[in-house]
């Protein structure tokens, strides 16, 4: 089974900086990778993890660490419109299936 | 280019009736993923098809739920005889053979309210 942990909620000022976290126990390990979720919105890729260490991609950046189970989604320079839902997922040792987390609610105050 | 049409995007059922949720893939996508997304809850994996064939529906519940992906239009979630706790919003994602599936576009989502 898959067990995918990550903050509800968080909350920052723009121009800041965010790291949501995300922590899994999983039984079989395939690549992790994060999505925004606007609400009523679908679901975006975002990033994708599958050696440890940073992939950085303009503002945001996301981190891996298989031994520690442990990954992070940095957002730099926070603006107005990425207040939304970061959901972090994990892919098993199929090539299709994703076990999500709950999803962290980001809020982008003025 | 439009991307994974879902239709409709709310959709609201009495108690025992039937819902039918469609999803057209994007052009020249053949591969189908069906997500269910609770209130406050992760989005779960229900069922990946290919054109007339179910691959994997390990995570379809056992009774009232059945998916289709035929030769000629769009993938068909059916939900008989719904019940308020299969109010939820059910996203739809495809690929193409060869492609990265989990780099696969999803579609807007179908917001079943089940009253």
């Known amino acids: 089974g898959q067990n995918i942990d990550q903050p509800t909620e968080m909350t920052a000022t723009e121009g800041a900086i965010v790291q949501i976290n995300c922590t899994y126990q999983?039984?079989?390990?395939?690549?992790l990778f994060w999505y925004q979720q606007h609400a009523g919105e679908a679901p975006t890729f975002l990033s994708y993890?599958?050696?440890?260490g940073l992939e950085e991609k303009g503002r945001f950046s996301s981190f891996l660490s298989r031994s520690k189970g442990y990954s992070y989604l940095l957002l730099k320079e926070l603006q107005m419109k990425d207040s939304a839902s970061y959901l972090c997922?994990?892919?098993?040792?199929?090539?299709?299936?994703?076990?999500f987390g709950a999803g962290t609610t980001v809020t982008v105050r003025a | 280019n439009a991307g994974v049409m879902q239709n409709p995007r709310h959709l609201v059922r009495r108690r025992g009736q039937e819902a039918r949720l469609r999803c057209s893939p994007m052009?020249?996508?053949?591969?189908v993923y069906w997500y269910r997304q609770l209130p406050e809850e992760g989005l779960k994996f229900m069922v990946y098809?290919?054109?007339?064939?179910?691959?994997?529906e390990s995570g379809m519940p056992k009774e009232r739920f059945s998916a289709e992906f035929p030769k000629e239009g769009p993938s068909i979630l059916r939900i008989q005889q719904v019940v308020r706790g299969d109010s939820a919003a059910y996203f739809c994602?495809?690929?193409?053979?060869?492609?990265?599936?989990?780099?696969?576009?999803f579609g807007q989502g179908t917001r079943l309210t089940v009253v």
């Open positions: 052009k020249g996508h053949s591969h």
């Open positions: 098809l290919q054109k007339e064939n179910i691959i994997d």
């Open positions: 994602a495809s690929s193409a053979p060869g492609e990265d599936p989990l780099k696969s576009f």
């Open positions: 999983t039984s079989g390990f395939n690549g």
């Open positions: 997922a994990v892919r098993d040792r199929n090539d299709y299936k994703l076990s």
């Open positions: 993890n599958v050696l440890d």
